[in-house]
């Protein structure tokens, strides 16, 4: 079974620097997705950012941008210039490839709370 | 136009009580989801349909059972609710089947307190 693991319960940065969210998982996969949620206190969960694992070039999202080490199996979240709307939990995710007619379960992490001071 | 939407989005009940969460979403998918986020704010998966068909059925209560009138809802029905069973439920959406990539969409969540 695929397991998600974020080691930083909570972290602090100030705004306008930057900040970095480790998420490790395990699979004996070779084709996956892995995503960062953020869910902030109206608890919607919003997208920030994906990768498919086949693709070595890290993905970016404006400020976002993400560090992915397939052979380490690690998916760490970059926030450059961090603003006070950044402050949220922040779920990292696994998802299997699907098959057609089949439907595949996003595998959360237990989140990362970023608190953002002035 | 929300995507997904739950109702209700609080929802205060007693032990013992039977109650439904709905899910509709507009967006055209075939796979639905419903996931539940405990106290400590741990997602996990419970359910999932794909055209209606149950597709992923995790360890969870039969008093959970989920229903899917149709491609654009997913109802969960809960019975003889207990305490433990309080909790943040979340409907989400996505197109399957594809190689493509798919993003879930999720809708606002249910806020469930048993008292």
């Known amino acids: 079974a695929q397991t998600v693991t974020q080691s930083q319960p909570e972290m602090s940065v100030q705004e306008a620097e930057t900040v970095t969210l480790s998420c490790t998982y395990d699979t004996s996969e070779s084709d996956y997705y892995l995503f960062w949620y953020k869910q902030p206190p109206s608890r919607q969960m919003i997208l920030v950012i994906r990768?498919?694992?086949?693709?070595?070039q890290n993905a970016t999202e404006n400020r976002f941008s993400v560090n992915f080490q397939k052979a380490a199996k690690s998916f760490s979240l970059k926030i450059s210039d961090s603003q006070l709307g950044d402050a949220a939990m922040y779920f990292c995710a696994y998802r299997t490839y699907p098959n057609t007619g089949t439907a595949s379960k996003l595998t959360f992490g237990t989140g990362t709370r970023l608190q953002v001071t002035l | 136009d929300t995507a997904v939407s739950q109702t209700p989005k609080y929802l205060v009940t007693q032990m013992g009580n039977d109650k439904s969460i709905k899910c509709e979403q507009n967006?055209?998918?075939?796979?639905m989801y419903w996931y539940k986020q405990d106290s400590k704010k741990f997602l996990k998966i419970m359910f999932s349909y794909n055209n209606k068909e149950l597709i992923i059925n995790e360890t969870v209560p039969n008093r959970f059972s989920p229903k899917s009138p149709d491609k654009a809802h997913l109802n969960l029905h809960i019975n003889s609710l207990e305490l433990g069973d309080s909790a943040v439920y979340f409907c989400?959406?996505?197109?399957?089947?594809?190689?493509?990539?798919?993003?879930?969409?999720f809708g606002p969540g249910t806020r469930l307190t048993v008292l």
């Open positions: 990768q498919e694992a086949y693709k070595q």
């Open positions: 989400a959406s996505s197109q399957d089947g594809r190689p493509l990539y798919n993003e879930q969409f």
């Open positions: 967006l055209g998918h075939d796979t």
